[in-house]
Structure formats: C-alpha cells, structure tokens
C-alpha cells in the first residue's frame, strides 16, 4: 500500500464519515497532521456542531501527543486560543490534510486557515474546495502566509463526503434508514445491538423530521424519539390515507409536532430529514431520498420473517462498524 | 483516534486480512515500518505462497519510499539478499510492527527475523507469537540482537487473524463463502460484480477441495474451477442422496478429482476446504465449518427471490471491499 498523499487523505476521509449525519448544521469533515519528518499526529473529525472542527481538533490531538503534560479546555473558543498561545511551535513544518478547504471566517470559532497559518505549517493538502459564500478562501488565506496548498487529491471521495451538507444547504437533506439482518429481514423484534440504537439516536437528536409511514405506525407505534441519548425528538411526519389514533406513541412525546398527511412530499420547512420504515414504505420512498443509511446485523431470523422487497441497486459510500453490527451510507446506483 | 502502537498495529491486521484465503499454505500475516522519527513507511501483508513474507515486503516497500532510485528484484530469495546489500541503513532504528512473530527458520526464504535485525530496528511489536516448531523463536533473535520487543498489543486481534492458519495446521481450515443481496436474496442470476468473482477464483485456487450440495448442482450445474485467474481446480465433493449425472460440468475439469457422497463429512485427505451452497446447504453445514466468508452485493432483487433461511448467528472478524460488493469474514457467535 502507498503511503502517500492519498493515504493520509483516506485516513481523514475515514474519520469524518464516521460522523456523517451527526454534525449538522455542520459538514463533516476529516483532518489528519504529520509533523516536519512525515510522523503521523493526529486523525480527527468534526463530530458534532458545538464542539471544535476537525482542524481545530486535530491540532489539539497533535498537540497532546507531542506534549502530554498539556492539559487543554474543551469550550472551542477557549481551546483555540489557547492552542494560539501554546503551540510552543510543535507543528511547525506540518502537513495538514483536510477533507474541505479550512475555513475562512468567523463563526462560532475563529477561522480554521488563521490557526494553520498560526501553527506555522508547510504545507496543506485540500480535498474539496468551499464554495460557501461565508467560509470560501481559506486555501487563499493558507497561501498568502506561505504555505504549500495543494488540492485535486480524493476530490471526488471529499465531495461525496460532503454532499449530504450541500444538499442541505441548497434546500433539504434526506435519508431512508434501515435495519436488516444479514438475510435481508427486518421485523420480528430488536434487529441491531444497544451501540447501533444509540447511534440512531444521536441522528434523530440533530434531525429536524422523522418519516414513517401508516404501517409502521400501527405495527410498532414508535415513540421515534431521542431518549437514548436524552436528545430532542425531532418533529415526526406519518403519511398514511387512514385515520391515526391519537394515542398512538408518537403524539406522547413532548416539544414535538407531530404532523398527518396522505402524500409523501416532505414539509419544506425542514432540512434535515430522516425517513424510517420497511419494505413498502422504502419503496414509496427510494426515489424521493438523497441517501441511505442501512444498519446490518450479522444474525439471520428464523424463518418466516418479512424480506425487504425492492429492485433498488445502490453504491456504497462508506461503511463502519458499531458494536457487532455494520453500517453503511449508499446513494442509488445509475 | 489515538495514534500510537494499536493503531499502527490495527494497519498491518487490515492489510492481512485482505489476503485471508490467499496465502494458503502460509498464515496471512501483516507488518508495518516507521522510520526513526515516527514516520510511516509502509502497510504490507504476505499476499500469497511464493511471494515475499510480510516483513520482507515491508522492508521493500520502505526503501522503496526512501530511494525511490532502487530496483528490487521480484524473486523472494534474491530479494532478501539485495535488500539485506542495499539497505543502506535507511530502516536503522525503525520499528517493525507484525502481526505473527517473524520467522526464525530457513523456508522459502530465509529468517524474517534476521532480516529485521540486519536492518537494524530499534524496536518491534509482536501481536501473536508463533507457537510453530519450526519457526518459534524469532522474538528472541530480536532481543539477543539488542532489539526492544513488545508484545501482548491486540493478541486477540491477530490471534484471529491467524486462527485458519492454526486450524488448517492442526487438521483442517473449512469455511463457507456465500454471496447475498443487501435482501439477502441469492438466486436469480449473478449477485457479485467481477471483482468479487475473481476474488472467489483466487481463493478456489488455494483451496483443497470445494463443497457443494446437491441442490446447487441441479440448479447451477457450476464448473466449480478456477478460470478467471488460470488456477487449479479444487478437487470437488457433491454432498448428495440422489443419483448424480456424470454428464453434470463438475466432472468436465481436467486434473480435479470429483467425489459424490450421501454423508456431510469431509475425507480426512483435504485441509483447506471451501463450502458453497444456498439456504438449506448452509443450514446443513453451519455446524462443521469454522469460518463463513460473505459476499455482499449492494442490490436488492426483484419480487419472488430466495431468501436464506437459518437462525445463525455471527460475529465479524474483517470487513472490506471487492469492487462495489463488501466481503466479511464472520465466526459463529457464542
């Protein structure tokens, strides 16, 4: 295996769709450090938005492993400044190697390219370019202080990675969640261990609108929550054509609207937009969802459970591991 | 993500992995090099018998990142002999991480171990020792030679690595490949891409013998070779009750031996055995193999497909990709 550019760049890549869909309003982004001699630092990523971007992230986690007797805060602003004062130039000479081009401005943190520039790296290697009116020229910012900037590597990996974002931007971001085992069922009770649920929670916890349809309401009567991890539930949409009890689980849940309709067009007053169900109603809905999310437990079911049934052909994007289950993140397949 | 030795270690587990099956009759083995100031150098793994050991691999593919000038020769033993002339002391004071304990016996090549001392490693990281007669010893080698070993980082994870080569050493290694939809649907024509299918041959060709059921017989009448990379045929055992057509394609491959029985266990003769079969063939035979190897198309089928139907139940070991299809190797779950 080379151990090049593109190796570094995977790595960062790697690491930030392992928070794919829990970092908005946010992209998610990767970064890895190598100090002046090619000596890996840190992988890192943005993991949710209120703690630190994955820059700002891995030049603490560089950091720390340069110096453990450091002992860093965790509020972002203060853990940037105190980066800026601290650094002692441990990372001078670095390579930085980002998924999306460092930030340019001011938001919640202080600009990402400023603290590279701060850091005294060398060089920046760049996957994909923003073209956000507020953060664009961060690669400008890196080059006017000198550093090496080089872009064109994994461009395509760091643009699929940061579509879900940019489609969000653009107007809505939605997905079609999914548990399977390993033969394709997914009814007759619990499908993926305790460590996928919570995960699924902490999705629904930064999600404006969860989707089911009439079947799974009546079959499961979900509360579709997020009390795993004490989250807010989001808002939750039922399309059905038949009459929903009103002491279905769903309306039990507090700080939550709870909306009926028969067709399957999302409300446009939300973005961020997680689909659930089974077979049918992934049917209804693989052509109106801009991803896949679908959770595989390695059990297969006694007989006589339901298989999904659909003639969808997907691609993977990327897929991990959460406690003794696989995920993967598709778009369809053309 | 922490960088430090289960991480650097975790590299060379992966990199072994993806050649799990094609190193028969060697253990798949994976090692990676950093350079004296931490740099990585190189992620390497045995890839089949005849073909360099991990560590010699290594090595070349870390000078072959430092002088970029060198030609190596392809030949294992020549090889070994013109790294151990050229090294230069590029690798003086690296550090080895291996998953298996590096060799201290004369085979193909000669000792792993020596090698790593002639290099001059400061430091090497041993995940499973090698019990092996003809080969234990290698640790010490290193620490007479002056080198820091460490050992007792991920043993568990390069134990299992290394489990099929212990089973086929002491017996038998016998596993079932199987290749599903995401539905976990598996007839109606072809279910992996190319990839997967020249993967599966490449494995075929180290195996013993290959193991189907009646039932796929009848169905498939599968030639059971290896023609997509020009390998020797597996000898061939038909596990079946019913009279057996000698006209059936199994018997139509020069060199192979095809063996037709009514009973499930395999003849004492063969060591690295394939299985491959459908629903009711993995039912029967879940019980007897020791490792499962699933494909994974990311298609759903249309209506009226197979499913599998078992109640087992796995753990992963290794997941990765073949074109756009994943592959896992799975154990029981206990």
């Known amino acids: ?14 690491e930030a769709w392992k928070y794919q869909g829990l970092t908005y309003p946010n992209p998610a982004v990767g970064c890895v450090i190598t100090d002046k001699n090619g000596a890996l630092l840190a992988v890192a990523a943005h993991r949710r938005a209120g703690l630190p971007h994955a820059e700002l992230e891995a030049a603490k986690e ?20 105190f980066i ?27 600009p990402c390219a400023d603290l590279i520039v701060t850091l005294g790296a060398k060089k920046a290697l760049i996957g994909a370019i923003d073209d ?10 890196l080059q006017k202080a000198g ?15 940061l579509e879900p974002f940019l489609l969000w931007q653009n107007g809505s971001f939605s997905f079609f969640k999914l548990a399977l085992r390993l033969d394709g069922t997914y009814d007759n009770g619990i499908i993926t261990p305790h460590e996928a649920r919570i995960f699924t929670h902490k999705i629904r916890s930064v999600c404006d609108l969860i989707v ?36 279905a689980n769903v309306f039990s849940v507090k700080n939550r609207e709870t909306i009926i309709q028969s ?3 999302f409300p446009k007053k939300y973005k961020n937009i997680m689909v659930e169900g089974g077979s049918n109603f992934l049917r209804a809905m693989s052509g109106r969802v801009d991803r896949f999310l679908i959770f595989h437990s390695y059990d297969f079911s006694l007989k006589g459970s339901k298989k999904i049934e659909t003639d969808l052909k997907l691609k993977l994007l990327y897929q991990g591991c959460v406690g003794n289950c696989s995920f993967g993140w598709y778009r369809r397949a053309f």
Do not use: W
Request: a neutral charge; aromatic letters at 4%.
């Open 1 to 14: 295996m080379a151990i090049d550019d593109r190796f570094y760049l995977s790595l960062a890549i790697n």
């Open 62 to 81: 560089a950091l720390s492993k340069l110096n453990p007797l450091l002992t860093f805060p965790s509020e972002p602003n203060e853990l940037y400044a």
């Open 84 to 110: 800026g004062k601290n650094h002692n130039n441990l990372l001078k000479n670095s390579t930085f190697y980002v998924t999306l081009e460092p930030c340019s401005h001011q938001g919640l943190t202080p």
């Open 132 to 141: 956000t009116d507020k953060a664009k020229g961060g690669a400008q910012i």
């Open 147 to 161: 550093i090496e900037v080089k872009t064109g590597v994994l461009s395509k990996e760091c643009n699929e990675l």
């Open 212 to 247: 089911i349809g009439g079947g799974t309401l009546r079959a499961d009567n979900p509360l579709l929550d997020a009390r795993l991890v004490n989250g807010k539930a989001p808002d939750a949409l039922i399309c059905t054509r038949q009459k929903t009890q009103k002491e």
């Open 263 to 265: 067709g399957l067009d």
